[in-house]
């Protein structure tokens, strides 16, 4: 399952009574409120649309207030929507409560509760009369994702931008989201690769395309000069990640009898592949750099 699942739910109406909605990134699970939202008018939102969060600073609610809460007759004579959110900070005692709801719930309620992070098993388990449903985006989902996000605004996306978006800005959702809002808000009916290379790589004077030529023609002063100017405006793993999309459409277009230069671009992309894992656990000094002095000697 994924944010697709709880979108089809969505579109049928909600049906079940309840759901428990869980996603090991958060930002998952705003997405999905906030998909439920925009099918509530905005007259009703401050009425039929009841928030609790289960870590919250001020005061943390009980288990009877929101069944109580659930319980109400809604105004307008629409559907109660209920959130819970954070139901990883519950005790199973409270937890306890919300299943004898789910049991004989009311018919003019729909119940979200939201668990940031991996499911515990006895939760998943215990989960009897709600509908789990994993937010978590596949990667396979990805591409149809950023597509609707910016249908959303009236924009296209090529196919072949799509794929150089996730290689440059990496699979974070959150980050990807930033960046759609940058690519909608230039104005274009649809975006290409050269918008989204002057939006997110920042630099108009220089490319990740420049950079990567200027490694096959083995020209060391040309790959720093651009390094240094690229390296001002754009995040290392960025960086990495557009230097990665640009190998794999040179390998895809290299001759398959060439068995050196097939070589050549498996040991490329181990060294991408060590760059990445450096980034992301800062296990070594200037990652980039050593990534760039190691693709030269190729």
């Not at 997405?31 to 007259?43: D, F, N, Y």
């Not at 709801?101 to 006895?122: C, D, H, I, R, T």
Request: proline share 4%.
């Amino acid at each position: 399952m994924s944010i697709k699942t709880f979108l089809q739910e969505i579109d049928q109406g909600l049906t079940s009574p309840a759901y428990l909605l869980y996603a090991a990134n958060e930002y998952m699970i705003e997405e999905a409120l906030s998909a439920v939202k925009r099918t509530i008018p905005e007259t009703e939102l401050p009425f039929n649309f009841n928030v609790f969060d289960m870590d919250s600073a001020d005061s943390i609610p009980t288990a009877v207030e929101i069944i109580d809460n659930l319980n109400t007759i809604s105004f307008f004579g629409s559907r109660r929507y209920v959130v819970v959110r954070n139901l990883q900070k519950i005790s199973a005692k409270e937890f306890k409560k919300f299943q004898s709801y789910a049991a004989n719930p009311s018919p003019n309620s729909v119940f979200l509760m939201s668990y940031a992070g991996a499911l515990k098993k006895e939760m998943k388990e215990s989960a009897k009369g709600l509908k789990p449903i994993c937010l978590d985006m596949r990667a396979s989902d990805m591409p149809i994702w950023i597509k609707e996000k910016l249908r959303q605004k009236g924009i296209t996306i090529k196919d072949d931008a799509v794929g150089y978006l996730i290689g440059v800005v990496g699979d974070d959702i959150g980050l990807l989201s930033a960046e759609i809002e940058k690519l909608a808000s230039i104005g274009n009916e649809t975006i290409t690769i050269s918008a989204i290379k002057e939006i997110v790589e920042g630099s108009r004077d220089y490319s990740v395309f420049d950079l990567t030529n200027a490694l096959r023609e083995k020209n060391v002063e040309k790959v720093f000069r651009i390094y240094r100017t690229l390296a001002e405006t754009t995040e290392p793993y960025s960086l990495l990640g557009a230097i990665n999309w640009h190998y794999c459409k040179m390998s895809m277009q290299a001759a398959p009898s060439r068995s050196g230069q097939r070589k050549d671009f498996s040991r490329a992309f181990e060294l991408l592949n060590n760059a990445d894992i450096q980034i992301k656990t800062s296990g070594g000094a200037y990652p980039i750099e050593h990534l760039l002095v190691r693709l030269l000697q190729l």
